[in-house]
């Protein structure tokens, strides 16, 4: 497959997801949906004309391999994990509570970007949560997110 019926079936589909869904979603009546049923239109042409362009050599889409541990020790997934990580950290400050949460998340993070010496790991989350209770819950008198466990 080349890279331009790559990027034709994106743009099909962003402007398919315009079309039927944000669009009537976010508009009220034809006379407002008018314009940007034109944009998603001129997206909709070119992209099925990059559908019908013919595959050059170069411009070919090559796959690469599936090598899993290559992937994992890759920049951007190692980013991925960490945003993802953070998503999964904010709902366990719901259900579990700030400092309970930041404790076992900091260890986490902590062991995920390469410290490994014990008494690092164990003494910086209590460090930095102690500077945080002290800072926002005495001096400031914010409270933080309690949940089941604290």
């Known amino acids: 497959m080349s ?12 402007s398919g997801v315009l079309w039927f869904w944000l669009i009537p979603s976010y508009t009220r009546g034809p006379a407002e949906a008018a314009y940007p049923r034109f944009v998603a239109f001129l997206m909709f042409v070119p992209a099925v004309a990059m559908l019908f362009r013919k595959a050059t050599p170069e411009n070919t889409l090559h796959l690469p391999t599936f090598d899993l541990q290559k992937l994992l020790r890759a920049p951007f997934m190692r980013t991925l994990l960490l945003i993802i990580s953070y998503a999964i950290y904010i709902k366990c400050v719901e259900i579990f509570g700030f400092y309970t949460s930041g404790f076992v998340f900091c260890i986490g993070w902590m062991l995920f970007l390469g410290e490994r010496a014990v008494i690092r790991v164990l003494l910086t989350p209590l460090l930095v949560l102690g500077i945080m209770y002290v800072f926002i819950t005495v001096v400031l008198r914010y ?3 309690a949940g089941i466990l604290l």
């Open 143 to 145: 409270p933080l997110p």
């Open 3 to 14: 890279k331009d019926r790559c990027i034709g079936i994106f743009f099909l589909l962003v």
